[in-house]
């Protein structure tokens, strides 16, 4: 996972929260966990539980998952996606509201009216600048990268990863081999530590030979770059994504 971010966190101002579980939720939970009720009580609660998307009941329903019994097990799995899609499209909406408030923040309209000069602005306050960031990645505003690709060369350690997480959110591979120059070239600690994480998110095959290097440089590699090459090594080398 990617270090603390602290001025992304000051930025963010919709946090998504996981919903508390009414008494009746931890009445189904308990009959869910209880060996001693009935095969089909068990199976009506796990069903219940993912139909009211009861995020509380993931732990319990991750157990019963592996249940001998198939009808028990598989309305778990059932209950488990259910609560997963529901997760994902909170997380996604949450998202999206909160970079709604970024850009009316920033006065960026829907067609990304000034927002590259916005990136382009290094004078601006760090909290604008992470703003920018993330509406040029979740926007996948093209025309950003190079300025994304700048923060991370500079290296500041308050702005590099919020313009690595945007690289990432952009997923373009035309990057690729910017962020290969960086991750070698005789950057910060920073830089080369972003620039690789995001190398392995691109997912381009093009990575897998410098990657491959930084893992196993243990002289000029600190633990943790390296520790993120080997993360990043299963991503690329799995990708079909290699382009010229």
Known sequence: SLPPIPSIRIAMSTKYSEPVPTTSDRRLIQTLDDDRAGLNARITAARELGNRKVEKAQDSLIAIAQHPNPRLASAARGALDKISQSIIKTTLDERRK????????????????????????????IETQVKAFAIAGHRRFVKGAPHLLRVIAEGDPRLVWAAAYALIELGSRDVTRELIQIAIAQFSEPSHDAAIYTLGFIGDKRAEPILNRIAQDQTRATDHTRSLAIEALPKVSRSRRCFD
């Open 98 to 125: 909160t970079i709604h408030l970024f850009a009316r923040d920033l006065g960026v309209g829907p067609r990304n009216k000034g927002l590259e000069t916005l990136l382009s602005n290094i004078s601006l306050p």
